[in-house]
């Protein structure tokens, strides 16, 4: 007679479109809140904030105030640490979510922290040494409280790097500084040192390939009083030479005192005849060497180097002082290579150069000597160059002169510096007792040297120092750039480490101060701490191994850290953060690369670009390309740029134009996106993204006074906004599928995350709706519906495909669900059909931007809540957002969200500015940022008034008009603007509820002034 009345379709049973959320969890997402601590240990050892410069590599800081990973000597490694964990019986790798699946704890490379010695005993600064320890997140700055009652003192830490929105330069500086505040909490005076120790870290990883001498020395000026760090080049070795050993020349046939595990190195050393021609000659000795690729099972390249293995050697004697070897193949640290064991641990390896032929490779041993020790020949690499080659290992004393050590990706200096002129207790070397001011050991062995300062604290006294920790590593050898060496932009301005602390001792007054009131004016908002606290944190990437500046000044990233090169287009469209708060960034890459090197005859931008050129284009990106054209022209002071790139710009969008045809507004056949595939037919994702690239070409022409060109992209454009419609299924958008490509994967009647990007994409620059708001709203609706799981467990359990960005007990929005059934069953066999199911923070953040532009604050701001609890410190690290490796671009789209809940929108040629606060507009503030200068915006409105004010806390604002919201039912007749005692006339015009407001000539907001407006 009934039923069933369950849903029959798989995503409706597993996602429920009532969502049942927690009331007080909802309520959370509009309130202020309180800012967000940590003190429990084990959320402490997740967080790894980043607290270098940009540009600069990757400094973490753990919540207890270690600062680890170090990823800043160029090894160009994929993710923070390499390596696979099991998850649901499968080795997950990092670009898969390890790093989610089990974050990574602090571990120490080498010697390096902070202590306070009091009568004799060395209490360090972490959780080591105190008992209770708060940690307090507010990017790019970090705050740690020590408080032990069996210690006499309490201490404070304030740790950064100079982070000062739209002045690139001084935020990209190999550097963090560490200020610590001891306040003597006894009753008795306190003497008490406060104590830095660093390890000589220069040519850590390839030391045992080089010989020479590590040195340290103490320099003091009118500024600083620092520990430097350095390596020198020496070939000579002390005692006499004896006869040298083969320990193996792999002339037989088997590996006999080698143990073979895997697949890849096959059952003995090959014959050289018999490696395939086109690995080109090895140049091994003899007639047989090891060589993983040709020994590895597989009918191709790509099949041989998926295979793995390793071959390890018999424990043997060090007898001599060096072990020397051909070695060739991959170039992937620690996973293609040779290793030396001494007791169980890698003490010593060295990876081949992505290249067949083999050349000389030593480890120096001398300080092993008499010891134990174990080679370990080394494949983990299933990708390109996953091989090694080995051949002819011989022990030997004869000194090997290593010119070479200049060249070492991890040569060049470190520093540790308090920054004041005070008396310090420094030490080149902390195992003498004589407080030397020079020391230098061996390339093999340890040089810790420290830097301090003795306080005499009285009862409730307080007294700062403050350090600071540099780093000039200039030899970086882009693994995304066919291992060119294209160094780094830190070494064209500075020489070495101790440079860099010596900009900051003699600039840290204006370093630390702006970068404080940027926080301050960050935080001085009505928006809800933890939403400020997420939309920021991402902007961090451009402080870890993501993101470069190679030495001719060109910025060039990854999509995660080492994962996926050359600033992708598709990727990288999403990010929001760099062109807000530092333009010049993206200016950089637009102008530069998109722009410049990665375009093609044909106007095409190439979706990865190299060091001189660029692969093929991709729809999304080529449209997201020029729609980042469009903002970073809006956050410009003039129309110089523009004007500069504006040719290519056009052409760009005549590209896409061509893809369109008919010129119908709707673009057809293979459209290439961020999904990794191209797919087929008419895609509202694609062709909204393609309406928004044609009015942000309709403006920008405007902007330059080619009013043909803007009128032929408004004419597409008026159609598109009706073509588009065609894909809408009644409820929201679709792909109407290309029945000539029904082979192709895509997401036909699916609900996609990306159904309306482009809309989103467009109010980001102010461009208003692209076609019929109400459908659209109603789109973002079913993707709440249809697309958020406040648990994706169940679902992740039925649909298992796909990476792990997201987790049982996580909330998420999914990528695409098919809620009304229609699924083509042919998207299935394309290995990319794993992304619908999975949930990835930068797609998530661009709808929740959406959402919040159109009102829907409950789903939006769930969306970006979401993410926050799934990175709270307790699971994981706050400030990794995983996609495809670790610190992906894409999650940089948070930022979109501040956008969106302050209703910004800008275009400094025009000195226009204007703000519609989605959240709370009866009494609203927040920082915003422009061309020239930044600051605060505050408003508070009712049915009869709406007075605002802009503060400049730093620069200048440029201004001709204003655009602001009344609220409903508020007809105002009259504004008033002033600043200071000085009247600013304006004319006022109303729309709806929107007012502009026009000044008779450009007025500039210096530093420190206010502009006070007034509706009524
Ligand atoms: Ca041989
Ligand atoms: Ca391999
Ligand atoms: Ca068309």
Same mark, same amino acid.
């Given at each position: 007679?009934?039923?069933?009345?369950?849903?029959?379709?798989?995503?409706?049973?597993?996602?429920?479109?009532?969502?049942?959320?927690?009331?007080?969890?909802?309520?959370?997402?509009?309130?202020?809140?309180?800012?967000?601590?940590?003190?429990?240990?084990?959320?402490?050892?997740?967080?790894?904030?980043?607290?270098?410069?940009?540009?600069?590599?990757?400094?973490?800081?753990?919540?207890?105030?270690?600062?680890?990973?170090?990823?800043?000597?160029?090894?160009?490694?994929?993710?923070?640490?390499?390596?696979?964990?099991?998850?649901?019986?499968?080795?997950?790798?990092?670009?898969?979510?390890?790093?989610?699946?089990?974050?990574?704890?602090?571990?120490?490379?080498?010697?390096?922290?902070?202590?306070?010695?009091?009568?004799?005993?060395?209490?360090?600064?972490?959780?080591?040494?105190?008992?209770n320890i708060t940690f307090r997140g507010e990017y790019p700055r970090a705050l740690i409280a020590y408080h032990d009652e069996s210690i006499p003192v309490a201490?404070?830490?304030?740790?950064?790097?100079?982070?000062?929105?739209?002045?690139?330069?001084?935020?990209?500086?190999?550097?963090?500084?560490?200020?610590?505040?001891?306040?003597?909490?006894?009753?008795?005076?306190?003497?008490?040192?406060?104590?830095?120790?660093?390890?000589?870290?220069?040519?850590?990883?390839?030391?045992?390939?080089?010989?020479?001498?590590?040195?340290?020395?103490?320099?003091?000026?009118?500024?600083?009083?620092?520990?430097?760090?350095?390596?020198?080049?020496?070939?000579?070795?002390?005692?006499?030479?004896?006869?040298?050993?083969?320990?193996?020349?792999?002339?037989?046939?088997?590996?006999?005192?080698?143990?073979?595990?895997?697949?890849?190195?096959?059952?003995?050393?090959?014959?050289?005849?018999?490696?395939?021609?086109?690995?080109?000659?090895?140049?091994?000795?003899?007639?047989?060497?090891?060589?993983?690729?040709?020994?590895?099972?597989?009918?191709?390249?790509?099949?041989?180097?998926?295979?793995?293995?390793?071959?390890?050697?018999?424990?043997?004697?060090?007898?001599?002082?060096?072990?020397?070897?051909?070695?060739?193949?991959?170039?992937?640290?620690?996973?293609?290579?040779? +290793?030396?064991?001494? /007791? &169980? %641990?890698?003490?010593?390896?060295? =990876? #081949?150069?992505?290249?067949?032929?083999? $050349?000389?490779?030593?480890?120096?041993?001398?300080?092993?000597?008499?010891?134990?020790?174990?080679?370990?020949?080394?494949?983990?690499?299933?990708?390109?160059?996953?091989?090694?080659?080995?051949?002819?290992?011989?022990?030997?004393?004869?000194?090997?002169?290593?010119?070479?050590?200049?060249?070492?990706?991890?040569?060049?200096?470190?520093?540790?510096?308090?920054?004041?002129?005070?008396?310090?207790?420094?030490?080149? +070397?902390?195992?003498? /007792? &004589? %407080?030397?001011?020079?020391?230098? =050991? #061996?390339?093999?062995?340890?040089?810790? $040297?420290?830097?301090?300062?003795?306080?005499?604290?009285?009862?409730?006294?307080?007294?700062?120092?403050?350090?600071?920790?540099?780093?000039?590593?200039?030899?970086?050898?882009?693994?995304?750039?066919?291992?060119?060496?294209?160094?780094?932009?830190?070494?064209?301005?500075?020489?070495?480490?101790?440079?860099?602390?010596?900009?900051?001792?003699?600039?840290?007054?204006?370093?630390?101060?702006?970068?404080?009131?940027?926080?301050?004016?960050?935080?001085?908002?009505?928006?809800?701490?933890?939403?400020?606290?997420?939309?920021?944190?991402?902007?961090?990437?451009?402080?870890?191994?993501?993101?470069?500046?190679?030495?001719?000044?060109?910025?060039?990233?990854?999509?995660?850290?080492?994962?996926?090169?050359?600033?992708?287009?598709?990727?990288?469209?999403?990010?929001?953060?760099?062109?807000?708060?530092?333009?010049?960034?993206?200016?950089?890459?637009?102008?530069?690369?998109?722009?410049?090197?990665?375009?093609?005859?044909?106007?095409?931008?190439?979706?990865?670009?190299?060091?001189?050129?660029?692969?093929?284009?991709?729809?999304?990106?080529?449209?997201?390309?020029?729609?980042?054209?469009?903002?970073?022209?809006?956050?410009?002071?003039?129309?110089?740029?523009?004007?500069?790139?504006?040719?290519?710009?056009?052409?760009?969008?005549?590209?896409?134009?061509?893809?369109?045809?008919?010129?119908?507004?709707?673009?057809?056949?293979?459209?290439?996106?961020?999904?990794?595939?191209?797919?087929?037919?008419?895609?509202?994702?694609?062709?909204?993204?393609?309406?928004?690239?044609?009015?942000?070409?309709?403006?920008?022409?405007?902007?330059?006074?080619?009013?043909?060109?803007?009128?032929?992209?408004?004419?597409?454009?008026?159609?598109?906004?009706?073509?588009?419609?065609?894909?809408?299924?009644?409820?929201?958008?679709?792909?109407?599928?290309?029945?000539?490509?029904?082979?192709?994967?895509?997401?036909?009647?699916?609900?996609?995350?990306?159904?309306?990007?482009?809309?989103?994409?467009?109010?980001?620059?102010?461009?208003?709706?692209?076609?019929?708001?109400?459908?659209?709203?109603?789109?973002?609706?079913?993707?709440?519906?249809?697309?958020?799981?406040?648990?994706?467990?169940?679902?992740?359990?039925?649909?298992?495909?796909?990476?792990?960005?997201?987790?049982?007990?996580?909330?998420?929005?999914?990528?695409?669900?098919?809620?009304?059934?229609?699924?083509?069953?042919?998207?299935?066999?394309?290995?990319?059909?794993?992304?619908?199911?999975?949930?990835?923070?930068?797609?998530?953040?661009?709808?929740?931007?959406?959402?919040?532009?159109?009102?829907?604050?409950?789903?939006?701001?769930?969306?970006?809540?979401?993410?926050?609890?799934?990175?709270?410190?307790?699971?994981?690290?706050?400030?990794?957002?995983?996609?495809?490796?670790?610190?992906?671009?894409?999650?940089?789209?948070?930022?979109?969200?501040?956008?969106?809940?302050?209703?910004?929108?800008?275009?400094?040629?025009?000195?226009?500015?204007?703000?519609?606060?989605?959240?709370?507009?009866?009494?609203?503030?927040?920082?915003?940022?422009?061309?020239?200068?930044?600051?605060?915006?505050?408003?508070?409105?009712?049915?009869?008034?709406?007075?605002?004010?802009?503060?400049?806390?730093?620069?200048?604002?440029?201004?001709?008009?204003?655009?602001?919201?009344?609220?409903?039912?508020?007809?105002?007749?009259?504004?008033?603007?002033?600043?200071?005692?000085?009247?600013?006339?304006?004319?006022?015009?109303?729309?709806?509820?929107?007012?502009?407001?026009?000044?008779?000539?450009?007025?500039?907001?210096?530093?420190?002034?206010?502009?006070?407006?007034?509706?009524?």
């Open positions: 007679m009934a039923g069933p009345f369950e849903s029959e379709n798989e995503y409706l049973k597993l996602i429920p479109t009532d969502k049942k959320l927690d009331p007080v969890w909802m309520r959370s997402l509009v309130e202020r809140g309180k800012k967000e601590t940590y003190s429990d240990p084990s959320a402490l050892r997740h967080i790894g904030m980043p607290v270098g410069g940009f540009f600069a590599g990757t400094l973490y800081l753990s919540g207890d105030g270690r600062l680890w990973l170090w990823d800043i000597f160029n090894r160009d490694q994929e993710g923070i640490n390499p390596r696979n964990v099991q998850y649901k019986a499968q080795a997950v790798p990092t670009r898969h979510g390890a790093n989610y699946l089990e974050p990574a704890a602090p571990k120490p490379r080498f010697a390096q922290g902070f202590s306070i010695r009091l009568g004799g005993k060395d209490i360090p600064l972490n959780s080591d040494g105190f008992k201490v404070k830490l304030e740790a950064f790097s100079p982070f000062i929105p739209l002045n690139t330069e001084d935020s990209s500086l190999p550097a963090t500084i560490m200020q610590y505040t001891v306040k003597n909490t006894s009753r008795k005076t306190v003497s008490v040192d406060l104590v830095g120790h660093l390890q000589n870290a220069v040519c850590l990883d390839t030391g045992m390939n080089s010989t020479g001498l590590r040195r340290n020395r103490v320099v003091r000026n009118e500024n600083l009083s620092a520990l430097v760090c350095e390596a020198k080049p020496v070939g000579e070795t002390k005692g006499q030479e004896r006869p040298d050993i083969l320990y193996e020349d792999f002339e037989k046939d088997v590996y006999e005192q080698w143990t073979a595990e895997g697949e890849s190195f096959g059952k003995g050393p090959i014959l050289m005849k018999d490696i395939p021609d086109y690995q080109g000659h090895v140049r091994g000795k003899g007639k047989r060497v090891v060589n993983s690729h040709s020994t590895a099972p597989g009918g191709d390249v790509r099949e041989k180097d998926q295979k793995t293995g390793t071959l390890t050697s018999k424990p043997f004697k060090i007898e001599r002082k060096f072990i020397t070897f051909l070695i060739g193949g991959g170039a992937h640290q620690g996973r293609t290579c040779m +290793n030396l064991l001494v /007791d &169980g %641990k890698v003490v010593a390896s060295h =990876t #081949g150069k992505n290249h067949n032929q083999m $050349g000389p490779g030593f480890f120096h041993v001398e300080k092993f000597e008499g010891q134990s020790g174990v080679l370990q020949i080394v494949d983990k690499e299933s990708g390109g160059w996953g091989n090694i080659g080995v051949d002819q290992i011989v022990f030997t004393d004869k000194p090997i002169v290593n010119t070479k050590l200049l060249d070492q990706r991890d040569f060049g200096t470190m520093a540790l510096a308090l920054l004041d002129s005070g008396d310090d207790t420094a030490s080149a +070397n902390r195992a003498d /007792d &004589g %407080k030397p001011k020079v020391a230098q =050991t #061996g390339l093999t062995d340890e040089l810790v $040297g420290e830097v301090g300062r003795r306080l005499q604290l009285k009862p409730g006294e307080t007294e700062k120092v403050t350090f600071a920790i540099a780093w000039h590593f200039p030899n970086f050898y882009a693994r995304g750039c066919r291992n060119q060496l294209v160094g780094h932009h830190y070494a064209g301005r500075f020489a070495s480490a101790l440079d860099v602390t010596k900009y900051l001792g003699s600039n840290l007054e204006r370093l630390a101060g702006e970068t404080r009131a940027w926080v301050e004016t960050w935080y001085d908002s009505t928006l809800p701490y933890w939403f400020l606290d997420r939309t920021m944190a991402n902007t961090s990437i451009l402080a870890t191994t993501t993101c470069y500046r190679f030495k001719n000044g060109r910025v060039w990233a990854w999509e995660g850290i080492g994962c996926c090169a050359g600033t992708c287009t598709h990727v990288w469209q999403y990010a929001q953060a760099p062109g807000r708060l530092f333009p010049e960034v993206e200016r950089n890459v637009r102008e530069r690369v998109d722009f410049g090197l990665s375009m093609h005859a044909d106007g095409g931008i190439g979706m990865r670009a190299h060091l001189t050129g660029s692969n093929h284009p991709a729809h999304d990106g080529q449209c997201g390309r020029i729609l980042g054209a469009y903002r970073e022209h809006q956050m410009s002071k003039d129309d110089a740029f523009l004007k500069r790139i504006w040719p290519n710009v056009k052409r760009a969008m005549e590209y896409m134009i061509k893809t369109d045809g008919n010129e119908d507004g709707m673009v057809e056949g293979a459209q290439a996106n961020t999904l990794d595939a191209a797919w087929f037919g008419k895609i509202s994702f694609l062709a909204s993204l393609y309406l928004a690239a044609l009015r942000a070409c309709e403006a920008m022409a405007t902007d330059v006074d080619d009013a043909d060109f803007a009128e032929r992209c408004k004419a597409i454009a008026d159609r598109g906004a009706e073509k588009i419609l065609e894909t809408w299924n009644g409820e929201y958008f679709i792909q109407i599928e290309d029945p000539a490509h029904k082979e192709a994967i895509g997401t036909g009647p699916g609900c996609y995350i990306d159904q309306v990007y482009g809309q989103s994409w467009a109010h980001q620059v102010g461009l208003g709706h692209l076609f019929d708001p109400e459908k659209q709203r109603s789109a973002l609706n079913a993707l709440y519906k249809y697309n958020f799981v406040p648990d994706v467990g169940p679902f992740r359990e039925a649909f298992s495909k796909g990476r792990w960005y997201a987790v049982a007990g996580d909330a998420g929005l999914l990528m695409c669900t098919w809620p009304k059934g229609g699924q083509n069953p042919k998207f299935k066999h394309h290995w990319q059909y794993m992304y619908f199911n999975e949930c990835m923070s930068g797609f998530e953040w661009q709808a929740a931007s959406h959402m919040i532009m159109e009102g829907m604050l409950k789903e939006g701001l769930a969306i970006g809540r979401a993410i926050h609890d799934r990175y709270n410190a307790a699971l994981r690290n706050p400030y990794n957002e995983i996609e495809c490796s670790d610190h992906y671009s894409r999650s940089m789209a948070s930022y979109g969200s501040f956008i969106a809940a302050s209703g910004f929108e800008y275009h400094g040629p025009k000195g226009h500015i204007g703000f519609q606060p989605r959240l709370s507009p009866e009494n609203f503030r927040s920082a915003f940022t422009s061309a020239e200068g930044w600051g605060r915006f505050a408003q508070k409105r009712n049915k009869n008034q709406l007075k605002a004010e802009m503060e400049v806390q730093w620069g200048s604002l440029n201004l001709k008009t204003i655009a602001l919201e009344v609220e409903k039912g508020h007809q105002p007749h009259k504004a008033s603007a002033q600043i200071g005692s000085k009247t600013v006339p304006v004319k006022l015009a109303l729309d709806d509820q929107r007012v502009t407001l026009t000044m008779d000539a450009n007025i500039t907001i210096a530093k420190g002034e206010k502009l006070e407006l007034e509706i009524s």
